[in-house]
Nanobody
Framework: QVHLVESGGGLVQTGGSLRLSCVAS????????LAWFRQAPGKEREFLAA?????????YYVDSIKGRFTISRDNAQNTAWLQMNSLKADDTAVYYC???????????????WGQGTQVTVSS
């Protein structure tokens, strides 16, 4: 089974930028679609962005982060990233990467999860 580890979280000021990384081991990342989720205190986990497994690297974003966040991957490095720009206080959450054997755009297909990394945006 694939194992995922997130890193890159931390404390940033409003308007700042942060890049999160997700490294896969156990199985090649090329076998999976990849997505980023987040969960704020007292809130449900939110589906943010996804990217296909193949070389076309088709991306999907929810409206709330489109234009601010960018998902990318490099299968040769078994690594995916989430570039976060123009951060706001409402972006404060634990961020998770997840892998799917199914369609990249279907939230319910993600079954392999990292442990999360905390992002805190100060206002």
């Amino acid at each position: 089974q694939v194992h995922l580890v997130e890193s890159g979280g931390g404390l940033v000021q409003t308007g700042g930028s942060l890049r999160l990384s997700c490294v896969a081991s156990g199985r090649p990342l090329s076998e999976y679609a990849l997505a980023w989720f987040r969960q704020a205190p007292g809130k449900e986990r939110e589906f943010l962005a996804a990217i296909t497994w193949n070389s076309r690297s088709i991306e999907y974003y929810v409206d709330s982060i489109k234009g601010r966040f960018t998902i990318s991957r490099d299968n040769a490095q078994n690594t995916a990233w989430l570039q976060m720009n123009s951060l706001k206080a409402d972006d404060t959450a634990v961020y998770y990467c997840a892998a799917s054997n199914g369609a990249y755009y279907l939230e319910g297909t993600y079954s392999y999860w990292g442990q999360g990394t905390q992002v805190t945006v100060s206002s």
